[in-house]
């Protein structure tokens, strides 16, 4: 049983570009959910998806957005990057009343 | 608003007791998880207390008090695969993964 895995595992931009990261959930799984790393900090909430739409939202500007497709798998797509956006990207997926989140191993990225 | 506390780090010897300490403040809540993070890697799930008490789970253990906003993770027999970061967090709504976590604690194991 495959667990949740993101892609890719790391990515340099630049400046002003745009970035789509991916996730396939945990097989049973229905809820999609992003989090923002810092280095040294816990994760912080980006967005949650369940049944194709964004359900709740965190303190992140609408350059962050994202889709869920039927299958439940999910993108991050981020615009205009900033240097500031660098951080580690984790993915975590659970049943919509379930109990804890689990997570992919997420994807680095460096914008420089 | 949102508030969680934990502390940044901490020292403790193979074999040994050790219990990371968590405070908190939040708009609601819908349980509280305490997850460990290697280096470098995903964050992966170790307990979860919603009401009151102390849950076991093999070295691992967590308690939680509502009414005091506090709960903490004791790892017994310290191994020195426990060196991690520890992060605690609350998740304040039923319907949801808004989890809203800790800075974290790391933990160094010495021999």
């Known amino acids: 049983d495959a667990g949740v895995t993101q892609s890719p595992t790391h990515l340099i931009k630049t400046r002003g570009q745009q970035v789509t990261l991916r996730c396939s959930p945990k097989?049973?799984?229905?809820?999609v959910s992003w989090y923002q790393q810092a280095l040294g900090q816990g994760p912080q909430f980006i967005f949650q998806y369940y049944e194709e739409e964004e359900r709740q939202r965190g303190n992140f500007p609408d350059r962050f957005s994202g889709h869920q497709f039927p299958n439940y798998s999910s993108e991050l797509n981020v615009n205009a990057l900033l240097l500031g956006d660098s951080a580690l990207y984790l993915c975590a997926s659970s049943l919509k009343y379930g109990g804890a989140a689990f997570f992919g191993q997420g994807t680095r990225l460096t914008v420089v | 608003g949102q508030n969680i506390d934990q502390p940044t780090e901490m020292t403790a010897t193979e074999g040994a007791i050790v219990q990371i300490n968590c405070t908190y403040q939040t708009s609601g809540f819908n349980g509280l998880f305490w997850y460990q993070q290697h280096a470098g890697e995903a964050p992966t799930f170790l307990s979860y207390?919603?009401?009151?008490g102390l849950e076991e789970k093999g070295r691992f253990s967590s308690f939680l008090s509502r009414s005091k906003g506090y709960s903490y993770l004791l790892l017994k027999e310290l191994q020195m695969k426990d060196s991690a970061s520890y992060l605690c967090a609350v998740r304040p709504r039923r319907d949801g993964q808004n989890f809203v976590f800790g800075p974290g604690t790391r933990l160094s194991v010495l021999p």
């Open positions: 207390n919603v009401l009151d």
């Open positions: 097989s049973g799984h229905d809820t």
